[in-house]
């Protein structure tokens, strides 16, 4: 599904696949004093309108995400694909927030398999990768309302979509 | 949260491991970017590389709050560093400390002069806080993949002072520069486990590094040269500053990542990218200066598979051990020097063995090099050498040479001075050790070499390949 007026989705066909391609996820949220705050992220999934996400956020690291969100919305989310940087950054608000379900965990599982295997490619024991607190998560729906591009080089920080593009 | 130090997470600075960081524009909108290089500055302060104007760039002149989250690539741990952005610094010892890390991650990704440091932005660390709910404990299993570097004296004899003082006195009791190279080399993988090390010297040029002595990597690096501000080991000695990166896949793949992001813009033809010579498989690398009064006189480098296995003491102690082992080595090339035979050497004659086949030496003169048997042997002043030396024998069946004879041969085109003759001869031995063990150069004490030749030869000389 495109964007009303637009002739491209806002989430293109290569970002969706950037998605799935076992990316570290990063999220960035701030309070009322514009303190920022990050944590990392097991899971993005695309909706089929390509213009929202979910992302799965470990619910025992996600407390000060979770009340920034409640607070103000605003949040961005940074994938990036460990061997060759590629990277997007994501700009949107919070629409809802859930516990996840039983298909965010199996969404989650595939995504964390993928993940495990990038990072093993560029030297991180798998071991390391599981390692990593996941479960359980909770589901955080987002509005995109830009994507920038990442990867380092003379590209970084161009916009690569919007809404009215 | 348990209480840290920086000082205790050292493996997860100085771009060991990527990082992100997170800041928030004035109008309430955040932002979280990868990082490659968060440095330590000192007990309260870090900095972070800045090589493009960005969206963090433009949030922290808004708003000097930022939250930044490293991870040991060790021990996979999580840490927290609440910071406020203080300044930006585009020149100093920071600076160039951080602008020489970038530059010889350009130059080994064909990117030199593409993309360098534009400031090293200055921060205070308001909190640190370790972060060990992100991660479950290791099984037990996990343990072995990051074991200490296995050295082979008892652990009571292994602290660094010990150590220091062993090598030193080895340094100054080396007779000569072969034995001073492999004295080195041998105690320093012997005592310290630092198993895959490299001398480089400066050639006569005074831009250009050649490898004179390895560890580790069997006989083939030897000869292998590198001009100034190329890759790690130019960098180097370009700078005149030591350099550590590990694991230098992911530096490398931060280089990379840029450069394929200019080439897809179409702006970029880039250099060549330049083979790192060594390991297949380095995680950490780690070069210094060889300096004598702010001469450089060579580089001694060092890797390891292991990520993160260079450690920030090892730095200090190979500085201290590095500037003595740069006088031994000034003095030993200078050593070579004034004791040299005035009389010429004494005459012999040469009765070659037969019983082994010929050994057929090209000389290519347009390439200035010489090929033995259908290989490439070696090149420049050393292939020089050894053609003068062969005809010599093959005329007359003289074995017998001074180096002062060499000194004086103006088609060798040595340099007056500092013309690292000594250090020509043992890269000329261990190239014909490793291509052709039938002719041996052999020291007669300082200052006089012989010709062995356990087989016939053949010269014949070309005007190019």
Known sequence: ?165 | MNRVTLESIWHALDGIAPATIATCACDGTPNVSMISHVKYVDARHVALSRQFFNKTTKNLDENPQALVVIWDPVSFEHYRLELRFLRSETNGPLFDSMSARIQAIASHTGMAGVFRLLAADVFEVLSLQHLPEVIHPPELETAPEFLPPHAQVPTEQRSELWALQRLLARIKAAQNLDELLQTVLGNLAHDLGFNHSLVLLTDETGRRLFTVASHGYGPQGIGAEIAFGDGLLGTVAERKQALCLAPLDHALRYGRAIRESAEAEGSLSPAAEIPLPGLPNAKSQLALPLLVCDRVIGVLAFESPRAGAFQAWHEAFLSVMADQFASALAQAVERDNPEEPDEPPPPSIASPSTATPASCFQLYKNDDCIFVDGEYLIRNVPARILWRVLTHFKKEGRTEFTNRELRLDPSLGLPAVRDNLESRLILLRRRLELKCPNVRLVSRGRGRFALEVGSTIALTEHEST
Request: with cysteine; aromatic share 4%.
């Open chain 1, 1 to 165: 599904m495109t964007q009303p007026g637009s002739s491209t989705p806002l989430l293109s066909d290569e970002i969706v696949e950037l998605m799935g391609s076992g990316v570290d996820v990063y999220v960035a949220t701030r309070d009322c004093n514009l303190k920022p705050e990050s944590m990392f992220a097991m899971g993005l999934e695309p909706h089929a309108n390509r213009s929202q996400v979910t992302v799965y956020l470990p619910e025992d690291l996600a407390a000060a995400t979770l009340a920034n969100l409640a607070e103000n919305g605003a949040i961005a989310v940074t994938l990036s694909r460990a061997s060759d940087l590629r990277t997007m950054q994501l700009k949107g608000k919070c629409k809802k927030i859930r516990p996840s379900d039983e298909a965010d965990r199996e969404r989650q599982l595939i995504f964390r398999a993928a993940l495990t295997e990038q990072l093993a490619f560029v030297g991180v024991p798998r071991s390391a990768t599981r390692r990593l607190v996941w479960w359980p998560s909770i589901a955080v729906e987002v509005e995109v309302s830009d994507v920038f591009v990442q990867t380092p080089g003379p590209r970084a920080g161009e916009r690569l979509s919007s809404p009215s593009s």
